[in-house]
């Protein structure tokens, strides 16, 4: 079994992804705001989806990029109806789900909503397996842009079947293919995004982009049971909130740098900013690494009552850019000559990845305060002679010459992008 060992840059890879769901989408990481992180249960309705719009546009989120509006579980009743059809829930949908979609498209935004693989959403709504082509007509329907799919209550060898089912390993891709085929029946009609949430099982990053547009590789949950082992290499638990979240998933993404291009990248869970769990530095470290790495960049929070310092993080636009730039590969770590080993579970100092114009160069004091300086030499791709100029992120700072060095606080990042002159 493989170990989430930090893994050290061997090269910038050239890898391409057989993507099958090649319908246009998903060429670039999404970005967007997901309402599960704002109030779970509570935040799947068109108050929360049309506030949030109003919000895109008025915070100028639009502009920069930010493009779907994505409701989580529990958005329709618990039951099909006796036509076999999924309903909105009235008291959170009181004129149906095509009259949000038709709002948000004419704001020039997406909606997406969620579904499950199994018999029942993991916040126990009815479920998609077996109604597959149905529900994806129903959403092609509604103009629905964005299907986020979960993994819970699907077929197991315990009966009844427990919400978060761990055998037979190896067979989420059975109950993920009759979704993606009813997505590629629709393709004429209606383009979605296919985000396939099955907690990273049976690495998904090695095949995911055979079957939709962005693969979630941690777990979320507390309400999940057992926990999945920390020492497993096919998972890690999700996005918390907290510190030793972002630590946890920015260190494993480095080991699966190699899983992103044009039309699949790695979700490394929805952003959690603006929830006072994390510092200023840390949200800083948390957005700077989802953005190199090639995450979507999915808010999940409540954007009326955001901080101005949150703000200023997720509206910078030199790390969108970065994000979204379109070669598609991810950052990640390298060892520059004397710099100490990694340190499992830590977020590693020094990070680097391609741009179509230049190469990205994270540096993370992860672990301490002070001085992180870069040798352009020692960085993949910008080896050899030469002199470059660049540009900070964070600080707006530019230079020119061999190297660049900062002093950076605690869980801070500083995000360089340098161009060879
Ligand atoms: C989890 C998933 C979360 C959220 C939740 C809804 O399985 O990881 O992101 O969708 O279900 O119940």
Wanted: net charge positive.
């Amino acid at each position: 079994m493989k170990s989430w060992k930090v893994a050290l840059l061997p090269a910038l890879a050239n890898t391409r992804l057989t993507v099958a769901l090649d319908n246009g989408v998903g060429l670039k990481p999404h970005m967007g705001w997901s309402s599960w992180n704002v109030a779970q249960c509570n935040a799947a309705s068109a108050r929360y989806a049309l506030a949030t719009a109003d919000k895109f546009i008025s915070l100028g989120l639009k502009d920069l990029g930010y493009e779907y509006i994505n409701i989580d579980d529990c958005w329709s009743t618990k039951s099909r109806d006796s036509s076999g059809r999924l309903v909105p829930d009235p008291a959170k949908w009181p004129n149906g789900i095509k009259a949000v979609t038709d709002r948000i498209h004419s704001m020039g935004l997406k909606f997406g909503l969620y579904g499950c693989a199994g018999d029942k959403t993991c916040a126990g709504y009815p479920g998609n397996e077996g109604h597959e082509r149905g529900d994806v007509d129903q959403l092609v329907s509604w103009g629905v842009d964005f299907w986020k799919y979960d993994n819970c209550y699907t077929p197991c060898r315990q009966n009844p079947r427990p919400q978060t089912c761990t055998s037979p390993a190896g067979s989420t891709k059975t109950w993920y293919a009759p979704m993606r085929d009813a997505i590629l029946g629709v393709q004429n009609t209606k383009k979605l995004h296919f985000n396939l949430c099955n907690w990273g099982r049976d690495e998904v990053w090695t095949w995911g982009a055979s079957y939709g547009h962005s693969w979630r590789y941690v777990v979320i949950a507390h309400h999940q049971h057992p926990l999945p082992r920390l020492t497993d290499s096919r998972m890690s638990v999700d996005n918390w909130g907290d510190w030793a979240s972002v630590e946890r998933i920015g260190n494993a993404a480095a080991g699966i740098y190699q899983y992103s291009a044009p039309g699949g990248f790695n979700d490394l869970d929805m952003l959690y900013l603006g929830s006072s769990k994390l510092n200023t530095n840390q949200e800083k470290l948390h957005f700077g690494l989802w953005a190199i790495t090639k995450s979507p960049l999915v808010l999940g929070l409540d954007l009326e009552k955001i901080s101005n310092s949150t703000l200023d993080i997720i509206r910078n636009k030199g790390l969108i850019d970065i994000n979204q730039d379109s070669l598609g590969k991810a950052a990640t770590t390298f060892r520059p000559p004397g710099a100490p080993a990694p340190v499992n579970g830590k977020i590693y100092p020094y990070w680097a990845g391609p741009l179509s114009d230049g190469v990205v160069v994270g540096l993370c004091a992860g672990t301490s305060a002070g001085t992180y300086s870069v040798n352009f030499k020692d960085v993949p791709g910008l080896g050899g002679s030469g002199s470059y100029e660049w540009r900070e992120m964070y600080t707006g700072q530019t230079g020119k010459g061999t190297s660049a060095s900062f002093n950076i606080g605690l869980h801070d990042m500083r995000v360089i992008k340098v161009m060879k002159v």
